[in-house]
């Protein structure tokens, strides 16, 4: 059987909050990292001044009804099939 190696632990073990909230970069590529953000926080900012898109909900939701009425008719089909099946067995006793 081969040997357990112990490794030993960290002095302090870091946790979420102690982590930095932003990576470290070399100092050459601060420039580049900049300039995307900025163009993601434009391209971001965009999209929400589009403002919400108007949904219609009646059409959205047509199927829900259809769906709901079938999860109700198997519920009831099995509610009657336990009713029957538990007279069955009493009768059978």
């Excluded at 302090?12 to 990292?33: C, F, L």
């Excluded at 900012?45 to 829900?64: H, N």
């Amino acid at each position: 059987m081969a040997k357990k190696v112990r490794k030993p632990r960290a002095s302090s073990p870091r946790t979420y909050s102690q982590t930095p909230s932003t990576p470290t970069a070399p100092a050459g590529s601060a420039p580049t990292t900049t300039k995307a953000v900025s163009a993601s926080k434009s391209a971001v900012g965009s999209q929400a001044a589009s403002g919400p898109k108007t949904v219609d909900l009646a059409a959205e939701y047509a199927v829900v009804g259809g769906d709901l009425r079938r999860l109700f008719i198997t519920a009831g089909i099995m509610f009657g099939v336990l009713i029957a099946l538990n007279v069955i067995i009493t009768l059978i006793r």
